[in-house]
């Protein structure tokens, strides 16, 4: 009876142990699937075409260059490549204004055709309108072939622009630059003052103040982050603006300030929990060699707790890294290369919970902020096995 | 030479040293014997102050080294534990290399020429009779050592800071056999340089190693005198009882 009580309480173990794993694993396993999607769309939105004279010698244009001529940057077809030409962009809501109504014929009918005219007749255009209206009987209207997206686009892009029209930008730079800017700092502002914290607690304070401490900074750890996010706009947002004479108080300072506070109950937790653990034996060992408590502490209470504190560290730029509401309340959300602390910046985990509700699903968008996603678990896990192998090579006989 | 005039140790309530006197001659072996929780290992942890550390605890009476109470507050405890030092129950290496554990004293003493650092761990090392065995591998980590050979590093890490004297915890008592009688012979070696003060639980061993020996039991020092009379004739019961094992 006990024996198979016993066997089927193994046998639960094993299943469910199993069942998690291939759980986490199909995660993954979406997450990339999902993202590789995004690399089979096309630079041009779906259901359009773009369209330009027969004449025109370009044959295709990149996506950074369809965005720039529709916004009005590049002026002369000669920039991308063909004849001195003036470059007329052209949408269809623009033929309304050469057009009467009538002339549209019932249900539009007649559109197509009338593109199609405009196009013949204007050497410099370039149409962009949906593939239904498409004039394709037309000798003189070239389509311009659209091309898959080229994922060096993606990864070295410097515009994060998903809804532009004709060609949606998405340019991962500014957001990788926004979340490394933000944790890096957090991390510079958190771990010193962690391990010094957990230092303190496990060596120098009372037992009376660290009775007290503790707990205290436990129950930081379980505030939810819409709280710090709040704190943070209505408190550090308006000082910092305020002490640094800044324009907007909503920078990557304030997201930097705002992660570091909410790391530090993680890593002060495990740092000292590590410290606490050093062996008696070993204190005592070194303290009969005549060092001093600071050298002890120094020499060999810090490289014998190495791996606890490299755990800490490592959890607390998971937190860094993967924070999501807080960062995303006070950092501004433009999405541009920052030069200095001090600007808005967008980070990746605050792209995805701000953008995902407006992209459709399956499209050209969501697959985007799926590859996001995809590179901050890429980059957790990174730090999560640098952490392991630093803290491996160093105290490996531990 | 160490001397302890009337000394009584409290943990907290707990009165674990009573009334001890006693007199340690330079180069002599001593050995502490008794039962469990008599406080020998209490005794021998007042002379490098160890018991400091412990919170909660009190003593009173005079402890000296060549003739200086070292619990009078001028005295600099690390200085005092730089010439005493201790070896402990279980091998305590530091999670470093072997090199860099022996070197340890010398460093956090300030000692910063390489020469005379590899000199004297060498020197340390040769007088731990530990050199021949891991010479080859001084950067490796000392956890690759065998239990034995770990306790012959921690003593030979204490040898580094040239301490007057050597406290010794029970140093064999994790220890295999063969281990044991390499760090006894070792023991014996050091006597021409050092003043060894070994607790144990074997009493053949403090027979074997000692000039004298003191039998504790609960708190007092019940004798104290040369080892062969200590073993061979001791004038006190308790200690005719302990050794021929009738209690303890």
Redesign the interface.
Known sequence: MNRTAEKLAESLLTVSGTTTGIVILLIVFFLFKEGAGFFHHNDVEAGYALCVNGENAVKNLSSGQIKDIFDYETGNWKEVGGADEEIVPFRVSDIINMYQEAELGENYVLLPEKIGETIAKTRGIIAFIPVQYLPESNPEVRVLESKRLNPSDFFMGKDWMPTATPAPQFGLLPLLAGTLWVSLFAIIIALPLGLGVAIYLAELAGERTRNLLKPAIELLAGIPSVVYGFFGLVVLVPFIQKIFDLPVGETAFAGSLILAIMALPTIITVAEDSIRNT?Q????????????HW?TIC??II??SASGISAAIVLGIGRAVGETMAVLMVTGNAAVIPHTLFEPVRTIPATIAAELGEAPAGGIHSGALFVLGCILFIITAAVSVGAELISKNK???? | MLETININFWYGAFHALKDISMKIERNTVTAFIGPSGCGKSTFLRLFNRMNDLIPDTHLTGECLIDGKNIYSKTVDVTGLRKNVGMVFQKPNPFPKTIYDNVAYGLRVDGESNRGLIARRVEESLKSAALWDEVKDKLKKSAFELSGGQQQRLCIARALAISPSVILMDEPASALDPVSTSKIEDLIHTLKRDYTIVIVTHNMQQAARISDRTGFFMLGELIEFNDTKKVFLNPDREETQNYITGRFG
């Open positions: 062996p034996s070993i204190r005592e060992a070194s303290l009969g060699l005549g060092a001093s050298q020499r060999v490289p014998y105290y490996k006989n531990i």
